[in-house]
């Protein structure tokens, strides 16, 4: 009777050393199965245990990403890089933030910042796209070009990419190489209505200037 008294006192003791661990993975995995309110609840309260939690501050602001509440995340995102200032996912963060509030110059500076961090992290396909969409908001097709190839090259399946890599080259008056990426954007999407267009665009203009295909 003792010994199960005494082994049932250690079990409490482990389990409960055990929680805030745990606790930690429940927001990421909360995140992952898209409770992303349920992840922030977790988050914050992490963050009221501990400020200085780098993992809570990322998962909070993806969550809150998620859900487009990109004004609320700012500050998370700014307090978690004053203590981590070379942490590529708030540098990632801060690029998504700014792009979506419309500073594009600023939303550049953190993107190239995360590849000269990160050239091979975990959201650097995503760090190209976002830089492609912003050299095409910004008139630079043929940067948007290069940073759009380099996306594709990470994930080849996404129609929507190889789409607007052909807009970028399209704009940048690559007229062949742009109707091969609508192709390969309708390859992969076949109702993909602005690759149709593009296509369409395309084989005109190569039609009007007599160009072969």
Not at 86 to 115: H, K, S, T, V
């Amino acid at each position: 009777m003792r010994q199960r008294w005494i082994y049932g006192l250690i079990l409490g003791v482990a389990v409960g050393l055990s929680l805030p661990a745990q606790e930690k993975l429940d927001a990421l995995k909360e995140y992952r199965q898209g409770n992303y309110e349920q992840a922030i609840a977790i988050c914050k309260k992490e963050l009221q245990e501990n400020p200085n939690n780098a993992d809570s501050y990322v998962v909070l602001c993806w969550s809150l990403l998620k859900l487009n509440r990109y004004n609320e995340a700012e500050p998370y995102a700014q307090k978690g890089l004053s203590l981590y200032r070379y942490d590529p996912r708030l540098i990632e963060i801060m690029g998504e933030i700014r792009y979506y509030q419309g500073n594009n110059q600023e939303a550049l500076r953190y993107f190239q910042q995360y590849i000269n961090l990160a050239p091979e992290g975990g959201r650097v396909d995503v760090v190209y796209y976002f830089m492609g969409e912003l050299y095409i908001r910004l008139g630079r097709y043929r940067h948007a070009d290069i940073a759009l190839s380099t996306a594709v090259r990470y994930v080849q399946g996404n129609a929507f990419w190889w789409n607007r890599l052909g807009f970028a080259r399209e704009n940048a008056g690559e007229l062949q190489g742009a109707l091969a990426a609508y192709e390969r954007a309708l390859s992969l999407n076949s109702q993909l209505t602005d690759a149709q267009r593009g296509r369409e665009r395309v084989l005109q203009s190569l039609q009007n200037r007599n160009i072969p295909r």
